[in-house]
């Protein structure tokens, strides 16, 4: 199982971006979709996560990013709006994937770097 991550780039304050990540290979099914992030110095954090439709936020996200999902596809979006430098980071997918029905496995993305200039 592969989690391929795109989208990432340079920015400038108040601009936008949209990342993808598709999940590629041999398994039965994903469940729980979600972007992470971390920048130079700090703990990777929870940005979005999407599971059976539910979504949740980071509180320095809300309004401003939207995280959606193609379950044909398998593959999660981040939509990121009035991004800020304090949304520098590098950014991760993550998925839970059935290898079968009773076998569930966490995987991360390679990462794709986000830049906001001031």
């Known amino acids: 199982v592969q989690l391929q991550a795109s989208g990432g780039g340079l920015v400038q304050a108040g601009g936008s971006l949209r990342l993808s990540c598709a999940a590629s290979g041999s398994f039965f099914g994903v469940n729980r979709m979600g972007w992470y992030r971390q920048s130079p110095g700090k703990q990777r954090e929870l940005v979005a996560r999407?599971?059976?439709?539910?979504?949740n936020y980071a509180d320095s996200v809300k309004g401003r990013f939207t995280i959606s999902r193609d379950k044909v596809e398998n593959t999660v979006y981040l939509q990121m709006h009035s991004l800020k430098p304090e949304d520098t980071a590098r950014y991760y997918c993550n998925a839970d994937v059935m290898a079968t029905p009773w076998a569930e496995n966490e995987y991360w993305g390679q990462g794709t770097q986000v830049t906001v200039s001031s």
């Open positions: 999407i599971v059976r439709g539910s979504t």
